[in-house]
């Protein structure tokens, strides 16, 4: 069993940065892809980055491309969202996420069947 908890959510103003963390703890299984989602009011839930932690690699979706990084700590069991240049678009909740690879790939936003209870990002 997977456990995701997200911390490092708050209110922020345009153009000003937060920092994400998700703590993952399991007793013998550790996820190959890690990813950030995001729901706003009203909208549907999108990906906004994820990390392949066999392969090191990192993809972002087109809306914060050169704005967020997703990034891995081993040590501490954690996966991280630096989120730079706020955009009051940016408001929403945020989730971290993992599931397995298929065939050691993390393409896509689909199959991540480990969430976290979110944490929220508002930018006014």
């Known amino acids: 069993h997977v456990q995701l908890v997200e911390s490092g959510g708050g209110s922020v103003q345009a153009g000003g940065s937060l920092r994400l963390s998700c703590v993952e703890s399991a007793s013998t299984y550790s996820p190959a892809c890690m990813g950030w989602f995001r729901q706003a009011p009203g909208k549907e839930r999108e990906g906004v980055a994820r990390?392949?932690?066999?392969?090191?690699?990192?993809y972002y979706a087109d809306s914060v491309k050169g704005r967020f990084t997703i990034s891995l700590d081993n040590a501490n069991s954690a996966v991280y969202l630096r989120m730079n240049s706020l955009k009051p678009e940016d408001t929403a909740m945020y989730y971290c996420?993992?599931?397995?690879?298929?065939?050691?790939?993390?393409?896509?936003?689909?199959?991540?069947?480990?969430w976290g209870q979110g944490t929220q990002v508002t930018v006014s």
């Open positions: 996420a993992a599931r397995a690879s298929y065939g050691g790939s993390c393409s896509g936003w689909w199959g991540y069947n480990y």
């Open positions: 990390f392949n932690t066999r392969a090191g690699t990192a």
